[in-house]
C-alpha cells in the first residue's frame, strides 16, 4: 500500500492544518466571518497573521506539497488533481509575500492564491477514505486465506 505515502501524510497535514487554522482564526481573527473581511486587523493581529503565515500554516502547507510532489506518480487518477495544482500555486505565491516581508515591505497580506481548503478536503478526505476501505478489504481477503 504505497499509496499510504502520498495519502497518509496529506490527510494528516490536512486534518492538523483544519485544527491549528481554527485555533488561530478563533484567537486573533478580528472578525468571526473573514481574517480579512469587513474588519481591519490591528497591527498585533497583523503581526500574529504574519508570525502564523510564516512559522505554521506555509511550512504545514508545504508539507502537502511535498507529498504530492514526491508521490504525485501514486494518484490513481489519470489527470493531476486541480485542488492538488491549486495548492502547489498557493504555497509558491505565498513565498513572495513571505519573502517581501522579510524585506520590511508588509503591504502585500495574503497569497495572490486562494488555498483551495473546500476542493483539497473533498479529494483528501475522499481519497483517504478510499484507501483505507481498499486496506480493509485487502486485509479481510488475507485473514480469510490464512484463516
Not at 503565515?53 to 510532489?69: G, H, L, R, Y
Not at 517581501?100 to 479529494?123: C, I, M, T
Request: hydrophobic share 45%.
Amino acid at each position: 500500500m504505497l499509496r499510504c505515502t502520498l495519502n497518509g501524510p496529506l490527510y494528516a497535514n490536512l486534518r492538523a492544518n483544519g485544527v491549528t487554522w481554527r485555533m488561530f482564526f478563533n484567537t486573533c481573527s478580528p472578525s468571526p466571518v473573514a481574517f480579512w473581511g469587513d474588519s481591519d486587523p490591528s497591527p498585533e493581529q497583523k503581526a500574529a497573521w504574519r508570525l502564523w503565515m510564516t512559522t505554521v500554516f506555509t511550512p504545514m502547507n508545504a508539507s502537502m506539497v511535498e507529498a504530492f510532489t514526491k508521490y504525485g506518480d501514486l494518484l490513481e487518477e489519470t489527470e493531476m488533481p486541480e485542488c492538488l495544482l491549486v495548492l502547489v500555486a498557493h504555497v509558491a505565491a505565498y513565498q513572495a509575500v513571505i519573502k517581501s516581508w522579510q524585506d520590511g515591505d508588509l503591504s502585500d497580506v495574503k497569497s495572490l492564491v486562494a488555498f483551495p481548503r473546500v476542493a483539497l478536503e473533498s479529494y483528501v478526505v475522499g481519497s483517504f477514505l478510499r484507501l483505507k476501505q481498499r486496506q480493509a478489504q485487502l486485509l479481510g481477503e488475507s485473514r480469510r486465506l490464512l484463516g
